[in-house]
């Protein structure tokens, strides 16, 4: 392999010395163009690339970043990810992704791998944050690890000492109750999700009680089922075969309610005029699947934005909670 050129060698060459190759990188300073040319010209024969690990070991501050997601597969989490990494890398940190597969043990050994890293913060989103039984052992765990390095969590869990940042759904689940009363949707039923889920449970409560201010029955039987596609298509196919649909189903998220239109269009029922559907989280492809899923949408680029300003305020540690809020999306299922 070739050998990699050092700052040191590289001002050797240029006859400079390396704090003037550094103002040259860096953009920072007053140096003689003839000069900056030549050690541009060095740099890009020679395809160098500075250590930014050590840098930032020289300062006492990682630009890397741990990310934990439960699946990176959900097209929720990944767009989340996404976006976030497009920011984060604008500012000068680096990502680094793991799945927790929702596994508690597994959630432990990726934190202790990211102390042992030194990284700047770390973002957890779902898993142990998300468990309404959660062992109260495993918030202290994350507790003890944010008083060594940062951490974000991406759920609203009361009593948990760190920043949070996490969607805001009342307002816009009191528009989407409002907006469904209005079109005269009085019979509804809740599908999807599981009720030991802490953003599912919260979600849950929140539809009932605006219902209950509209004037909305919304069925005592939830459909359960898990948060993808195929979950919502299993689902629907136990509620047709019950019999006596709902006016309207609102599901836990987008992927279920594409797996539910899926599966009544399959039984000739015509949407929304049979059964009005709608969704959370306005996924990219909710727009496209005919006729367009109603939704409450999340803004995913605000998200992402606060995500890293948060990393890079998180020494000052008064960042607090951030709620993002989120929007009815209105389309053709209802």
């Excluded at 969590?153 to 907006?179: K, M, N, R, W």
């Amino acid at each position: 392999m070739e050998k990699k050129v050092t700052i040191v060698e590289l001002a050797k060459m240029a006859g400079v010395s390396t704090a003037t190759v550094s103002r040259i990188i860096n953009n920072t300073g007053k140096v003689n163009e003839d000069t900056k040319k030549k050690v541009l010209e060095l740099i890009e024969k020679y395809n160098y690339k500075p250590n930014v690990m050590a840098k930032s070991l020289k300062m006492n501050k990682s630009n890397m970043v741990g990310f934990v997601v439960p699946h990176i597969n959900s097209p929720y989490y990944a767009q989340i990810f996404y976006e976030t990494e497009l920011i984060a890398r604008e500012r000068g940190f680096t990502l680094m992704l793991c799945n927790s597969e929702s596994n508690a043990q597994l959630e432990s050994d990726i934190l202790n791998a990211f102390i042992a890293t030194q990284v700047r913060a770390i973002v957890f989103m779902g898993g142990r944050l998300d468990d309404s039984l959660c062992d109260p052992k495993f918030l202290r765990e994350l507790e003890s690890v944010n008083k060594i390095i940062p951490v974000i969590a991406c759920v609203d869990v009361p009593g948990l000492d760190c920043t949070h940042i996490f969607q805001e759904e009342e307002e816009s689940t009191d528009q989407l109750i409002h907006y469904m009363a209005e079109k005269g949707y009085q019979d509804v039923l809740l599908m999807g999700g599981y009720s030991q889920v802490r953003t599912t449970s919260v979600r849950r409560k929140k539809i009932i009680k605006y219902a209950k201010q509209y004037g909305i029955n919304i069925r005592q039987e939830i459909i359960d089922c898990d948060y993808s596609v195929d979950g919502g298509n299993i689902a629907m196919q136990e509620l047709i075969e019950k019999g006596n649909l709902p006016q309207a189903i609102i599901c836990i998220n987008d992927l279920v309610a594409t797996g539910a239109l899926n599966e009544l269009y399959k039984n000739s029922l015509q949407v929304p005029q049979d059964v009005a559907i709608v969704g959370y989280d306005d996924l990219a492809t909710s727009k496209f699947i005919y006729p367009g899923i109603t939704t409450i949408g999340c803004n995913y680029k605000e998200y992402s934005k606060a995500i890293v300003k948060a990393i890079e305020e998180i020494e000052t540690n008064k960042i607090g909670n951030v709620k993002i809020p989120t929007e009815l999306v209105v389309r053709g299922t209802t």
